[in-house]
């Protein structure tokens, strides 16, 4: 295998994983598991500090298995109840009883648990600290710290000294995964469609995660509804159960239900459940109208997920630009492949989706997300049936007129343009 391919694999493998709950209050689920388990004894106070962007990515979303929305919650389910060892799964196995006001809750209400903002030197970073009493009475307290990435930790302390380090010269941070790849979308569509399916059956796991939460998204009614409303409609005869609308439907139900805090996983990408959500449910779409293999809805998959990874190493992981709107370019790309078209109709399909809904900010995680959800896979399919007819918008606004350069200007715009966007909307969010 071409070394650049074993690259990739390994790309694709670290950031394309299981995820319970949105990622940004699961980091710091994660982060007070950890320490909790290194106290050694039972936790009564914690001390949750964040970045803005994480901060702003867990005001309005519920934290699966406590019905209950944001940071505190989170950490403190964590401390209690969470498994350290279960990565962005931290909570799968949390209980009724330790979110209940005797264990999780009562943290909150006595005041024990802090959740501040601060400047960090990375858009994912959260530190815990942990503290409570031995048997003998002697207080102890145990720090974790999170940066670069949900659960990468980087440092951790036992009352107040240092445990773990990780070493300096290896950044790992996520927006750097890309640095030194040789990597470009005609790379990718190459890895994607020659290399051996049983190097990359795994990603089919995406499908089965996925598909899981957009049963449960159109069986039980999670934020929004969105999928159930399109669902009724179309029973009542105003829309068409279409490709279009199926997708919609379908994709944005797989958001309700992981906003709404269902107690199932979803199959991450980059750091975010619900983009790994674009990357997958419209691709299965495609792969059932045109009959697809396993093998070819796998190829197209890998070649969603890994075309998405490769447009958001970019810009910075968190900002104020909603990593739907790349995602979905990935995705047409994928369908591209599945209808029998070419390289070049690919990046057609890239080209039309970010010229559509390349506008799109973030302003945080929230049921909402599963309308941004919905019009970013809306603008996949439309850009993905242009493309198929030769169709591209070219040299237009930030769409350059090939799309490697296409790429390289909306990271530009992100880093250099919307620093003060991402400001102002946490502004506003916290006022």
Same mark, same amino acid.
């Given at each position: 295998?071409?070394? !650049?391919?074993?690259?990739y694999l390994k790309i694709i493998q670290q950031v394309v994983k299981p995820a319970l709950g949105c990622t940004e209050p699961i980091a710091a689920a994660y982060a007070a598991a950890v320490a909790?388990? !290194?106290?050694?004894?039972e936790p009564?106070? &914690? $001390?949750?500090?964040? #970045? *803005? +962007? &994480? /901060?702003? +990515? #867990?005001?309005?979303? /519920?934290?699966p298995g406590t019905g209950r929305i944001g940071l505190a919650i989170a950490a403190a389910a964590g401390a209690i109840g969470g498994k350290a060892d279960a990565g962005l799964e931290v909570l799968a196995a949390i209980s009724p009883e330790q979110v209940a006001r005797a264990q999780a809750q009562a943290l909150i209400d006595a005041g024990a648990v802090l959740v501040s903002r601060t400047e960090a030197p990375e858009f994912i970073y959260c530190r815990v600290t942990v503290s409570g009493h031995d048997e003998q009475g002697e207080e102890h307290s145990a720090e974790v710290t999170l940066c670069g990435g949900h659960t990468r930790i980087v440092e951790q302390r036992r009352d107040g000294e240092v445990t773990f380090a990780a070493d300096p010269a290896q950044s790992g941070a996520t927006g750097a995964i890309c640095d030194g790849v040789d990597i470009s979308i005609a790379a990718i569509h190459e890895f994607a469609t020659q290399v051996e399916f049983e190097q990359i059956r795994f990603i089919l796991q995406a499908s089965e995660l996925n598909g899981r939460l957009s049963d449960e998204g159109m069986s039980n009614p999670y934020g929004l509804e969105i999928g159930r409303t399109m669902q009724q +409609?179309?029973?009542?005869? &105003?829309?068409? $159960? *279409?490709?279009? +609308?199926?997708?919609?439907?379908r994709t944005a139900a797989?958001? *309700?239900?992981r906003m709404g805090g269902a107690s199932l996983p979803a199959m991450s990408n980059f750091g975010s459940g619900n983009q790994g959500i674009a990357a997958t449910i419209p691709v299965v779409v495609i792969a059932e109208r045109y009959g !697809?293999?396993?093998?070819? &809805?796998a190829r197209a998959l890998i070649m969603s997920h890994l075309g998405a990874i490769y447009i958001k190493s970019h810009y910075p992981p968190l900002s104020a630009f909603c990593g739907n709107t790349?995602? #979905?370019?990935a995705a047409a790309m994928a369908m591209v492949y599945l209808a029998g078209g070419s390289l070049e109709q690919s990046c057609h399909a890239i080209q039309n989706v970010l010229s559509d809904s390349a506008g799109m900010v973030c302003d945080g995680a929230k049921a909402s997300c599963a309308m941004k959800v919905s019009t970013s896979s809306s603008a996949a399919v439309r850009g993905f049936l242009m493309a198929l007819n030769s169709h591209s918008? #070219?040299?237009?606004?930030?769409?350059a007129g090939n799309v490697e350069q296409t790429i390289r200007n909306v990271g530009q715009m992100v880093k250099d343009g919307m620093a003060a966007t991402d400001s102002t909307i946490i502004d506003i969010m916290s006022a």
């Open positions: 295998m071409k070394q !650049a391919w074993q690259q909790a388990r !290194a106290l050694g004894c009564e106070r &914690l $001390e949750v500090v964040v #970045s *803005d +962007n &994480l /901060y702003k +990515n #867990s005001m309005g979303v /519920y934290v +409609n179309i029973q009542a005869g &105003l829309i068409g $159960e *279409d490709v279009m +609308n199926r997708i919609v439907m797989a958001s *309700d239900a !697809a293999s396993e093998e070819q &809805l790349v995602t #979905s370019a918008v #070219s040299g237009q606004g930030i769409v």
